[in-house]
């Protein structure tokens, strides 16, 4: 097979399935055959114009598959090994890496650095939503999935389970820790299970979607906010007797859900933030306590790499978190475009998409 069928960005509002060459290996790279994948909000983005990537580009960067071929340099591995590869893929040993922010894997060059750097597929080259995928630097991205969990239980590993669970690690929760989750899509779903595993003994979620209120507390949330009865601050404010909260994670990217987390904060308290945003943040003085809070504020991007992969895996395997509820609708690579107008429309109670071959 010379050519494959690929989820191509062809222009704002559209992306089509089309004919691409099958990609080759490099020395240190591999070519892996896609048995499953998904769609994630950030590709969404890239849809609408809202982040912006080259025109031809094959979107995502969720990938299962079988590994097809080697580079000549990789060791390790073996074609037709069934693995998985985060959705970021850092090389080991740029700067970033060295430094300990492997996420951050971008050009090291004197014209500055660009945040979101580690993130390649689906942004800086060609990505999972196709028939096959070419791993940049396979000994240090590829992870060879157990025996006994299928596609769909590790699917929510390269990105939703990474992101989610980073923003309860960067937020240092801690045994006893009352925290809250705003938003509780994919993201914020796996944040609240997070949370849990990290020792939260109190976690308070925010959504207004019956489905997804349903589903936090099967991922270990406490209480659950409808936001659209009334102001979740407040509420959370009362069920913390106004003490506020250790950790408050925004799982949307919106400048509400943003101020928000911080006026639910305890002073010293930690806003961790995991939402992309498309357009600027204010910070207001009442919410920030005029700077005068000792609140801290983190980010995080996707962590990736081959030990994220095993460690995230081993979370499934031994049982302690089941993400499975979260596929609600498949579709075959014939079917992506519409099942990008079903996600993006967030229609039919949406949560995550499978895609697989046809």
Not at 89 to 118: E, I
Not at 151 to 177: H, K, Y
């Amino acid at each position: 097979m010379t050519t494959m069928k690929a989820a191509v960005f062809v222009d704002k509002g559209r992306i089509v399935l089309d004919e691409k060459p099958v990609p080759s290996p490099g020395p240190l790279d591999a070519v892996i055959r896609i048995t499953t994948t998904t769609i994630c909000g950030t590709d969404v983005h890239i849809m609408k114009g809202e982040y912006p990537v080259e025109r031809g580009l094959t979107i995502g960067h969720e990938p299962v598959g079988i590994i097809e071929k080697l580079g000549a340099a990789v060791r390790g591995f073996r074609e037709g090994q069934r693995v998985i590869a985060g959705a970021i893929t850092p090389s080991g040993y740029s700067n970033a890496c060295l430094c300990g922010q492997c996420s951050q894997d971008g050009p090291d060059t004197s014209h500055g650095f660009k945040a979101m750097g580690g993130w390649r597929f689906g942004n800086t080259i060609d990505g999972a939503q196709a028939e096959y995928l070419l791993v940049p630097d396979a000994m240090a991205n590829l992870s060879p999935i157990p025996d006994g969990l299928s596609d769909e239980q590790v699917l929510m590993c390269p990105d939703i389970m990474s992101t989610g669970f980073a923003g309860a690690e960067n937020g240092r929760v801690r045994i006893g820790d009352t925290v809250a989750v705003f938003a509780q899509g994919p993201i914020g779903l796996c944040a609240t299970a997070g949370a849990k595993l990290m020792g939260a003994t109190r976690i308070i979620t925010v959504d207004s979607v019956p489905a997804r209120m349903a589903m936090s507390r099967r991922m270990g949330a406490d209480d659950v906010i409808d936001h659209t009865a009334g102001d979740p601050v407040e509420r959370i404010m009362e069920l913390t007797d106004g003490r506020g909260v250790d950790v408050a994670i925004e799982a949307l990217g919106t400048q509400t859900t943003f101020e928000s987390c911080l006026r639910v904060l305890r002073p010293g308290g930690t806003l961790s933030s995991l939402g992309v945003y498309s357009g600027d943040l204010t910070i207001p003085v009442g919410a920030f306590s005029a700077g005068l809070g000792d609140n801290s504020i983190v980010t995080a991007l996707c962590p990736g790499g081959k030990e994220r992969m095993r460690r995230l895996m081993s979370v499934i395997q031994s049982g302690r978190v089941d993400l499975d509820a979260m596929v609600t609708h498949r579709f075959t690579l014939d079917q992506i475009e519409e099942a990008y107008d079903l996600f993006a429309n967030q229609r039919d109670g949406v949560l995550k998409v499978a895609i697989t071959p046809n």
